[in-house]
């Protein structure tokens, strides 16, 4: 047997410290030869939760299954760890003292027979292992990041839409992925409105945020569903500050139903998440007039933003917007006149883009604006992630491309990140993928002219009032 003990203190409350490292998923982020980790077992981490770990081991990997074998909230945690060539056995304690916490790490392994002639020679590698991960572990809840740099190679990938496109498969995720920070921050007491969260990204971003203790407000436009959603996310995470809305966000009458009720309740909004969103392949108008691309995916976050504003200006920590966009846009260029498409020139994937493409400069501008009110507004593209959504909007291209989407967790890591990383609110105004800032355009031609930007507050207000008009009429 070999043992390795290391001890660190942390700038951080025992509670936060115990959940961040029971949840081993997180493993990946600390641990000096994790490279792949999931939780194998259903409901919240509590004693008896499985996770399987993939580890370098030299050229190759080795598959590990952990289970919390001892969970003593907020102080002890037991895992055992069973591979091929060994198993091992790790005893973690958390004492909590003035400067933050104490932790202790130790662990016992136990090689197979095969292994035991080389014993002597690998434990001066596993000492150093084990130092460089509790090291790790102490940065990871250190949560002092930076902003994660715009790599020169994303940027010169960006030049070309062929290499740009690539990044939006499962393999773009993984490349993202490998100069991440670690993500220790809790979100307890942070009130976060998602849309849309009743599949696809928006379910994965609010499990992740639930995981993480945010109060959510989940705007969904069918009752039963929003139930089963809660009940869903209650019983995988174990949280429960959850609440509903409904709304349908493609009628504006409901959008500013749904922003009175959260004006009335006054709580204030600490991050939004503008993710409701579908490809619509057939022209069709709401009971207000308008066509449903534009209305669900450019009126409604536009009126629902600017109706909440009062609740997102002016906490102590800057207020976070998310808007969901695609990929899809950069294909289009902004033309105020060209958003709402006639039924004789209908066309889904660009009423899709160009809907997009508005919301990512609203995105800019709303960045400009805001800036002094202490809100920060970003926009995400999730490239290709398997969803409903997807499935059903696209489904050839999701017969073609099905091997090389991403899973909804990764399209919702962007989101997530967004949502919670500490260093995440010191940027505005950008579009992330992969939690690194990307160019809003991959072609010179789908710049916009200054004069469309300026018209396009202007082009919303009018037809918004239509809208309303059009919709009274008809009630
Ligand atoms: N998946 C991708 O590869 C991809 C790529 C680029 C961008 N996106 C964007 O990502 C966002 C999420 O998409 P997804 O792929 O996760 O799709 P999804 O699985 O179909 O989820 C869409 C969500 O939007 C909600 N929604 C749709 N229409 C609504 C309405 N009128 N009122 C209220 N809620 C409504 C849906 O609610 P119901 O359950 O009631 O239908 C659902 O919760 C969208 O904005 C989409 O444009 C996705």
Same mark, same amino acid.
């Given at each position: 047997?070999?043992?390795?003990?290391?001890?660190?203190?942390?700038?951080?409350?025992?509670?936060?410290?115990? $959940?961040? #490292?029971?949840?081993?998923?997180?493993?990946?982020?600390?641990?000096? %030869?994790?490279?792949?980790?999931?939780?194998? +077992?259903?409901?919240? #981490?509590?004693?008896?939760?499985?996770?399987?770990?993939?580890?370098?081991?030299?050229?190759? &990997?080795?598959?590990?299954?952990?289970?919390?074998?001892?969970?003593?909230?907020?102080?002890?945690?037991?895992?055992?760890?069973? !591979?091929?060539? *060994?198993?091992?056995?790790?005893?973690?304690?958390?004492?909590?003292?003035?400067?933050?916490?104490?932790?202790?790490? %130790?662990?016992?392994?136990?090689?197979?027979?095969?292994?035991?002639?080389?014993?002597?020679?690998?434990?001066?590698?596993?000492?150093?292992?084990?130092?460089?991960?509790?090291?790790?572990?102490?940065?990871?809840?250190?949560?002092?990041?930076?902003?994660?740099?715009?790599?020169?190679?994303?940027?010169?990938?960006?030049?070309?839409?062929?290499?740009?496109?690539?990044? *939006?498969?499962?393999?773009?995720?993984? $490349?993202?992925?490998?100069?991440?920070?670690?993500?220790?921050?809790?979100?307890?007491?942070?009130?976060?409105? =998602? %849309?849309?969260?009743?599949?696809?990204?928006?379910?994965?971003?609010? =499990?992740?945020?639930? @995981?993480?203790?945010?109060?959510?407000?989940?705007?969904?436009?069918?009752?039963?569903? !929003?139930?089963?959603?809660?009940?869903? =996310?209650?019983?995988?995470?174990?949280? @429960?500050?959850?609440?509903?809305?409904?709304?349908?966000? +493609?009628?504006?009458?409901?959008?500013?139903?749904?922003?009175?009720?959260?004006?009335?309740?006054?709580?204030?909004?600490?991050?939004?998440?503008? /993710?409701?969103?579908?490809?619509?392949?057939?022209?069709?108008?709401? +009971?207000?007039?308008?066509? $449903?691309?534009?209305?669900?995916?450019?009126?409604?976050?536009?009126?629902? &933003?600017?109706?909440?504003?009062?609740?997102?200006?002016?906490?102590?920590?800057?207020?976070?917007?998310? /808007?969901? #966009?695609?990929? !899809?846009?950069?294909?289009?260029?902004?033309?105020?006149?060209?958003?709402?498409?006639?039924?004789?020139?209908?066309?889904?994937?660009?009423?899709?883009?160009?809907?997009?493409?508005?919301?990512?400069?609203?995105?800019?501008?709303?960045?400009?604006?805001?800036?002094?009110? !202490?809100?920060?507004?970003?926009?995400?593209?999730?490239?290709?992630?398997?969803?409903?959504?997807?499935?059903?909007?696209?489904?050839? *291209?999701?017969?073609?491309?099905?091997?090389?989407?991403?899973?909804?967790?990764?399209?919702?890591?962007?989101?997530?990140?967004?949502? $919670?990383?500490?260093?995440?609110?010191? %940027?505005?105004?950008?579009?992330?993928?992969?939690?690194?800032?990307?160019?809003?355009?991959?072609?010179?031609?789908?710049?916009?002219?200054?004069?469309?930007?300026?018209?396009?507050?202007?082009?919303?207000?009018?037809?918004?009032?239509?809208?309303?008009?059009?919709?009274?009429?008809?009630?």
């Amino acid at each position: 047997m070999i043992t390795l003990h290391e001890e660190a203190v942390v700038p951080r409350s025992a509670r936060e410290c115990f $959940r961040y #490292v029971a949840d081993f998923r997180t493993t990946v982020e600390w641990d000096a %030869t994790a490279v792949l980790a999931c939780k194998t +077992s259903p409901g919240p #981490v509590a004693k008896g939760t499985e996770f399987e770990v993939h580890c370098k081991a030299g050229p190759t &990997t080795l598959k590990l299954t952990y289970e919390i074998i001892e969970y003593e909230p907020w102080h002890c945690l037991v895992l055992r760890g069973r !591979g091929r060539l *060994f198993d091992v056995t790790d005893t973690i304690l958390f004492t909590e003292r003035d400067d933050g916490t104490h932790i202790s790490y %130790t662990a016992e392994f136990q090689f197979s027979g095969a292994l035991s002639p080389l014993l002597s020679a690998m434990e001066p590698g596993l000492h150093s292992m084990g130092k460089t991960s509790v090291e790790g572990l102490a940065q990871a809840l250190t949560d002092a990041n930076p902003l994660p740099e715009s790599r020169p190679a994303t940027q010169r990938a960006d030049n070309w839409v062929v290499p740009g496109l690539a990044m *939006f498969s499962k393999y773009g995720f993984r $490349r993202g992925r490998r100069h991440w920070h670690p993500m220790s921050t809790s979100m307890k007491n942070k009130h976060v409105v =998602i %849309t849309g969260a009743t599949s696809g990204l928006g379910k994965a971003a609010a =499990i992740a945020l639930a @995981e993480a203790e945010a109060d959510l407000t989940l705007v969904i436009r069918d009752k039963k569903k !929003g139930e089963q959603l809660r009940q869903d =996310i209650a019983a995988e995470t174990g949280w @429960e500050q959850i609440s509903l809305e409904i709304a349908d966000l +493609s009628l504006v009458s409901e959008v500013d139903a749904l922003v009175e009720r959260l004006r009335a309740k006054d709580r204030p909004i600490d991050v939004l998440i503008n /993710n409701a969103g579908a490809l619509f392949g057939e022209y069709d108008v709401t +009971s207000e007039g308008l066509e $449903r691309s534009f209305a669900l995916l450019l009126m409604s976050p536009w009126r629902l &933003t600017e109706g909440l504003h009062p609740l997102l200006a002016g906490h102590e920590q800057p207020a976070r917007v998310i /808007n969901v #966009v695609s990929g !899809g846009m950069y294909t289009e260029r902004l033309e105020c006149d060209q958003l709402v498409m006639t039924p004789e020139h209908y066309n889904g994937p660009k009423a899709y883009a160009r809907a997009k493409r508005g919301l990512t400069v609203l995105t800019e501008q709303w960045a400009d604006a805001w800036a002094t009110d !202490g809100i920060v507004v970003n926009a995400m593209h999730p490239g290709w992630a398997d969803t409903p959504g997807i499935g059903s909007a696209l489904p050839t *291209f999701h017969k073609i491309t099905r091997s090389i989407l991403r899973t909804p967790e990764e399209g919702a890591d962007s989101i997530i990140w967004l949502a $919670r990383a500490r260093e995440a609110d010191t %940027t505005t105004g950008k579009l992330f993928l992969d939690r690194e800032i990307r160019t809003p355009y991959l072609l010179e031609k789908t710049r916009e002219s200054k004069d469309e930007r300026i018209k396009l507050p202007a082009f919303l207000s009018a037809l918004y009032e239509q809208s309303k008009t059009e919709g009274q009429q008809a009630a």
